[in-house]
């Protein structure tokens, strides 16, 4: 098993462009979502999924979209990206319910907005 | 929405010593309280979790207390190593959503020799 897969690992963006970052697991999880980590604010929720075709806001949503069409995969979409999303992206997974607490997370992919 | 306070921001810990990271939270929640263990350049990984039902779990060196009345709970590293740095981070279940945690800020170990 590969696990949590991200793709791109680094990625440097003027702003204004957009982006998808993407995010691929192999465990057959329903549940995934996407945190951004910055210095001194732990990790802070994004979006999240309870299954293919479902999808709700996190804690910082603005900026961001996302699709489920699959069970496997969840990439994360940047709109019109701005310094301020400058951050490391990580996508995780769980089987939810009572295992919640058991998260699997990708590598993570660095961006940087200039 | 849950609020999750985690201590201290930063600790040094001399080789062989005790490293205790505390974790306090406002919205009692039903489900077990993880921590996660992330050295740099990697993503977060499970390194213990407890049932809100129980006081204490240990595995290896690292132990979780856990005080529900006063809604807090602590990770105790014993025997602390240099292979033990890393960041640290506590979770707690958000009730009434079941996949969402929230995490505190973290805390970052250095065990020195």
């Known amino acids: 098993n590969a696990g949590v897969t991200q793709t791109p690992k680094f990625q440097v963006l003027k702003t204004g462009q957009s982006m998808t970052l993407q995010c691929a697991q192999d465990m057959n999880h329903e549940y995934m979502s996407w945190y951004r980590q910055d210095p001194g604010m732990g990790l802070r929720l994004i979006h999240y999924s309870v299954g293919a075709g479902i999808t709700d806001q996190g804690e910082v949503p603005n900026g961001y979209n996302v699709s489920r069409s699959t069970t496997e995969d969840f990439p994360l979409r940047l709109l019109s990206a701005a310094p301020s999303q400058t951050s490391v992206y990580f996508c995780?997974?769980?089987?939810?319910?009572?295992?919640?607490?058991?998260?699997?997370f990708g590598p993570g992919t660095r961006l940087t907005v200039l | 929405q849950q609020q999750v306070k985690q201590s201290p921001q930063s600790l040094i810990v001399q080789k062989g010593g005790i490293s205790i990271i505390n974790c306090a939270y406002e919205n009692t929640a039903f489900d077990y309280f993880p921590w996660y263990q992330q050295f740099p350049g990697k993503g977060p990984a499970l390194l213990i979790a407890i049932r809100p039902d129980v006081s204490e779990k240990k595995e290896g060196r690292f132990t979780i207390s856990f005080n529900k009345s006063a809604k807090q709970f602590s990770l105790h590293i014993m025997d602390s190593q240099p292979g033990d740095s890393a960041t640290y981070f506590c979770a707690v279940p958000n009730t009434g959503t079941a996949s969402k945690l929230t995490f505190g800020t973290g805390t970052r170990l250095q065990v020195t020799l």
């Open positions: 995780a997974s769980t089987l939810g319910g009572q295992r919640r607490s058991e998260q699997f």
